[in-house]
T-cell receptor, first 111, second 113 residues
Framework: RKEVEQDPGPFNVPEGATVAFNCTYS??????FFWYRQDCRKEPKLLMS???SGNEDGRFTAQLNRASQYISLLIRDSKLSDSATYLC????????????FGTGTQLKVEL | DAGVTQSPTHLIKTRGQQVTLRCSPK?????VSWYQQALGQGPQFIFQ???????QRGNFPDRFSGHQFPNYSSELNVNALLLGDSALYLC????????????FGNGTRLTVT
């Protein structure tokens, strides 16, 4: 099983919709994750951190469900500019400050 | 506050050649990690450098090597290039201590023909 797994999508949603992505992880000891956003042919950029208490930043909410070993990213009132690939990032097994990336979930927000 | 910078932005090489990619970390960061990203895939961890030593390594052959300099900048070297080495190579900097997020450079797009 991969350390972090994501549905690659694409998720096609109309502007203004609410969309949610999940990311499952294999290391039950993991407590911290990140969501990154990557635009086509650009570098990933940090969107938000995810800890046990969750995190909210404007239209974006991230939560960690340790019992079911997944993290989620909720985007409310989707904008055209939200179209991108969203990467789930967690700690690699074996410890240390080493991160592993999911393959990414592609979001397309349409008029 | 300078972010992570990488050079060159694009590179075309032929099979069997060698390539060197360069990275300067974000100001205040002491750790540099290198990732390979093929089209449609998430970034794959190559290795991480801290205090001028390779600290962790992903599942990449010895053809991939690196170096970190006293000013924290880093190089990624790839020998005996294969067609399959064509990818976006991303450098990311962070702090070694704690669970620190990565800050990425713009990447170097390597094409091997």
């Amino acid at each position: 099983r991969k350390e972090v797994e994501q549905d690659p999508g694409p998720f096609n949603v109309p502007e203004g919709a609410t969309v949610a992505f999940n990311c499952t992880y294999s290391n039950s000891a993991s407590q911290s994750f990140f969501w990154y956003r990557q635009d086509c042919r650009k570098e990933p950029k940090l969107l938000m951190s995810v800890y046990s208490s969750g995190n909210e930043d404007g239209r974006f909410t991230a939560q960690l469900n340790r019992a079911s070993q997944y993290i989620s990213l909720l985007i409310r009132d989707s904008k055209l500019s939200d179209s991108a690939t969203y990467l789930c990032v967690g700690p690699r097994e074996g410890g240390g400050n080493k991160l592993t990336f999911g393959t990414g979930t592609q979001l397309k927000v349409e008029l | 506050d300078a972010g992570v910078t990488q050079s060159p932005t694009h590179l075309i090489k032929t099979r069997g050649q060698q390539v060197t990619l360069r990275c300067s970390p974000k100001s205040g960061h002491d750790t540099v990690s290198w990732y390979q990203q093929a089209l449609g895939q998430g970034p794959q961890f190559i290795f991480q450098y801290y205090e001028e030593e390779e600290r962790q390594r992903g599942n990449f052959p010895d053809r991939f090597s690196g170096h970190q300099f006293p000013n924290y900048s880093s190089e990624l070297n790839v020998n005996a290039l294969l067609l399959g080495d064509s990818a976006l190579y991303l450098c990311a900097s962070s702090l070694f201590q704690g669970f620190s997020p990565l800050h990425f450079g713009n990447g170097t797009r390597l094409t091997v023909t």
